[in-house]
């Protein structure tokens, strides 16, 4: 099974390459906003349980985010593999998804860390924000701070997959398709 978590800072273009990589190696993208409002969609347990969370504005606990991957997970066990989008962010999160996968008999495959200096990231994510509307792309100091948080609290999270062999750091510059070989050849070097 091909598990693969893509990383990166705002706008290094892990959505588009996340695409790509679904499309070629028939992968399940686990993006953990998407599973807890479908959770609460479903008004699953867990579901309910998030949302009284998110509703009085605290954190979900890691606890149950694995918990609503555990269930993603079981509801397409025949599938290739799967994209991890926005989780793990902290090292106490990867030692949980680590767990859990072994539970079920698989591993992390790779860390997939698309690289892009700031100043290129500032500016693609301006353009987003004109066309997208999206206000947290629009203000260079919102999104400037949005960087130094990721370098500052997620970046680190690179040192763990590091330490198991499983880090691979990929230039984010350049044409798409350029990105997308670049990704593909460590992918099928595994």
Do not use: C, W
């Not at 953990?32 to 579901?47: F, H, P, Q, S």
């Not at 949980?96 to 892009?116: F, Q, R, W």
């Not at 200096?117 to 693609?124: C, H, N, P």
Request: glycine fraction near 8%; charge should be negative; proline fraction near 3%.
């Amino acid at each position: 099974m091909l598990n693969l978590v893509l990383f990166g800072p705002p706008g290094a273009g892990k959505g588009t390459q996340s695409n790509l990589l679904i499309d070629r190696y028939d992968l399940v993208h686990l993006s953990t906003g998407d599973i807890l409002r479908g959770e609460i969609a479903a008004g699953t347990v867990l579901g309910l349980e998030a949302k009284t969370l998110m509703d009085s504005g605290d954190l979900v606990p890691d606890a149950v985010v694995i918990g609503m991957i555990s269930s993603k997970l079981d509801n397409n066990s025949k599938a290739n593999g799967f994209i991890f989008d926005g989780f793990p962010r902290t090292t106490a999160q990867a030692e949980a998804l680590d767990d859990l996968l072994n539970e079920k008999g698989t591993s992390i495959s790779a860390m997939l860390s698309l690289i892009v200096a700031d100043e290129e990231l500032i500016r693609r994510l301006l353009a987003r924000g004109e066309s997208s509307g999206r206000a947290d792309d629009q203000n260079k100091s919102i999104i400037a701070n949005r960087i130094n948080e990721y370098n500052n609290k997620t970046a680190p999270l690179k040192d763990y997959y590091s330490t198991q062999n499983k880090l691979s750091e990929i230039k984010g510059n350049g044409a798409v398709e350029d990105i997308a070989s670049k990704l593909n050849n460590v992918i099928d070097a595994l």
